[in-house]
């Protein structure tokens, strides 16, 4: 399984970008998709996650801001970024997992088996 992301850009706050991540072919063994942010010095964020039944989770300072959506038809999951902040600049990693992530809308499966390379978002003040 191979994840490509794509749509990370450089923009001022306030803006929005949308990420899209595609999978190299329809994969039974996904079961969900999910968005890790990480920043120079930290570890990875989880800001959202989204299962193949479409349920999702996302991390607190990121509701209201940012939505995770999927097209199985296009093996693809997007993650629509508004009001950006400058603290949002991290490099965006898309990864999935063999069994679903979310329970009741909490993000409860955190080992990620397959990652994509990551696509920059960088926020200016």
């Known amino acids: 399984v191979q994840l490509v992301e794509s749509g990370g850009g450089s923009v001022h706050a306030r803006g929005s970008l949308s990420l899209s991540c595609a999978l190299s072919r329809y994969s039974s063994s996904v079961h969900c998709m999910g968005w890790l942010p990480k920043a120079p010095g930290t570890v990875h964020g989880r800001d959202a996650v989204?299962?193949?039944?479409?349920?999702?989770s996302y991390v607190d300072r990121v509701k209201g801001r940012f939505t995770i959506s999927k097209d199985n038809a296009k093996n693809t999951v997007y993650l629509q970024m508004n009001s950006l902040k400058p603290e949002d600049t991290a490099m965006y990693y898309c990864?999935?997992?063999?069994?679903?992530?979310?329970?009741?809308?909490?993000?409860?499966?955190?080992?990620?088996?397959?990652w994509g390379k990551g696509t920059l978002v960088t926020i200016s003040s």
């Open positions: 989204i299962d193949s039944d479409g349920g999702t």
């Open positions: 990864a999935a997992a063999g069994v679903s992530c979310t329970s009741d809308g909490i993000w409860i499966h955190y080992d990620m088996e397959y």
